[in-house]
């Protein structure tokens, strides 16, 4: 039996405010490792939902003007640059 199944037969006989707990407990274990990446097959089947999603677009014409996008570059720029410097700040504390 792997762990996963030994986990999930324990969490099943929980009550279910305990199995939320649990829950919890895994979501908070997820965030500090990161997100987890897909499957090939999960890949695929994200590639093909977002290829049908905007199928047709690209004869559409933009409602954006390049002007309109410089701007959203120009405004975005110093708050990135803070979160960045942020993550650096961290990285060396740790």
């Known amino acids: 039996m792997t762990v996963a199944e ?3 037969q324990q969490v099943t ?5 305990l199995q939320a707990e649990v829950l919890d407990f895994v979501e908070y274990l997820q965030s ?3 997100p987890v990446r ?3 097959e999960e890949e695929a089947w994200q590639a093909m939902s977002l290829s049908q999603a905007t199928r047709g ?6 409602p954006y003007s390049a002007e309109d ?3 959203h570059v120009e405004r975005a720029a110093p708050i990135f640059s ?5 993550n650096a700040d961290s990285a060396e504390r740790e």
Do not use: C
């Open 57 to 62: 677009m690209e004869s559409e014409p933009s």
């Open 6 to 8: 030994r986990i999930l």
């Open 69 to 71: 996008l410089k701007g």
């Open 13 to 17: 006989r929980l009550p279910e405010p």
């Open 38 to 40: 897909a499957s090939g």
């Open 82 to 86: 803070r979160q960045t410097s942020g």
């Open 32 to 34: 500090k490792v990161g």
